[in-house]
């Protein structure tokens, strides 16, 4: 693995089943981001101890984020403002480049969308601030889907 | 046959890793570790023309439903192969190290049994 800058790095869908995936790539979005990748934290304050420490808790509710051009791309548009408005959970996959190549690693995750606003501003590319929030998924009925690290090999 | 204090030292060792105390502790975060395959939606639609009976057919042409042809999806080549050579899929979960490493494996597809023909009645 090098540094890669986010230009080639990729983000896709999951329209498949989480046991048979069938990924497509959700090309035209600019920034990327995985805000909320922390461990919440459980705060100890005693009279014994001057210091203020933490023990980890749970890993917080992720969610990604990304912006979505608007008009490009309809096939992938059209899924993603369904899914929205449907409020579908599916999976996706935050890879660092494309998913077919050796190596490559990233993030899968059950979500659905949680925000998808419209700017229109007037003298800039009109698209959607995504927020993708990880969601409860259970498939088949009765097994719960965790977030999970895709490794290419 | 006495043991120097190295060996003794590497035999505590070896019986600490043994220990279920001892192990590491396994990362809630599982790793997948399986080679994609891109192909157009229509080759998938073609692969899916080869054997429609096939569990993973339906999933693929329901993932598919609504794409162009030409536009590329990615699967997991096992899932392809299952498909194309009518076998079946199976998951192997393994620990190693820390990690809970999930990997597919081909194996031969069960075939439900056959009912028994029934006597002919006169």
Known sequence: MSATVGHSMKLYRNTGTV???VWTEIANVGDVNIPDLAVGLAELKRRGNNFTKNLPTLFTSMAVEFRLLHGLGATV???LRTAFFARTINEYAVMNGDITVSDNQG???P???EQFPWDQNLEEVSGHDCRLAIAYMEEPAGTEIDPSWYTVP | ?????EQDLRSRLTAAKASPTGQPPVQPLKVIEEPMFALSVQELRDAVATNPEHPNAEIFLRAVNGKHSTEVCYVERIDLEALLDNADVRVVEKIEGELVVRRKKLVPRHKPATPAPKPATT
Do not use: C, K, N, Q
Request: charged fraction near 10%.
């Open chain 1, 19 to 21: 046991a048979v995936p």
């Open chain 1, 77 to 79: 548009f059209d899924g």
């Open chain 1, 107 to 109: 993030l899968r995750l």
């Open chain 2, 1 to 5: 046959m006495s043991t120097t204090p």
């Open chain 1, 111 to 113: 979500a659905f969308i």
